[in-house]
């Protein structure tokens, strides 16, 4: 064994902790509290950063869905519904593995024109989770009768039924 580089007390199993070993850090368990605790207090600052960074990276991503929304028509091609909070870019179809960006990723690769975009289409929730399970994908035991209330929803928008 070794001893502690700050203090010198002889490194045992009890007060050399097993990741301090494998690490090579040679300092004991007392020596590595007073550490952490000075590392928190020199980077109190670090956790400001941190959320001023997601802010900024969630403001980025919700200007990217937006152009993104406003390039692809702006409203739901099933209801025009045109609530922002409420439209999804839907895929038709199936993604291909190649495609399979999401958030500001996606968002970028639309606006720079390095993904095509004839596959996509903009939806609101409702209409996007009716499109699943009519192409079978959620809830594939639709019951009969829920059809008709599909028709009755679409024909209160003036549109027949979302084509497939």
Not at 145 to 160: E, N, W
Request: some cysteine; charged content about 30%; aromatic content about 10%.
């Amino acid at each position: 064994m070794s001893d502690c580089n700050i203090c010198g007390v002889p490194l045992t199993k009890d007060n050399w902790p097993g990741w301090a070993q494998k690490s090579g850090t040679y300092r004991c368990q007392s020596d590595l509290r007073l550490y952490c605790k000075s590392y928190k207090s020199r980077h109190k600052d670090q956790e400001s950063y941190r959320e001023k960074w997601r802010e900024s990276a969630r403001r980025s991503s919700w200007r990217g869905r937006l152009k993104v929304i406003n390039m692809l028509g702006g409203q739901c091609v099933h209801c025009g519904e045109t609530n922002p909070l409420v439209l999804t870019i839907n895929h038709k179809g199936k993604r291909e593995k190649r495609d399979q960006h999401s958030g500001r990723r996606f968002y970028y690769l639309v606006l720079k024109g390095k993904r095509i975009t004839d596959d996509l289409e903009i939806a609101c929730m409702n209409c996007q989770i009716i499109y699943e399970i009519l192409r079978g994908r959620r809830y594939k035991d639709i019951p009969e009768y829920v059809k008709p209330m599909l028709d009755a929803y679409f024909a209160a928008r003036g549109r027949t039924s979302i084509v497939i």
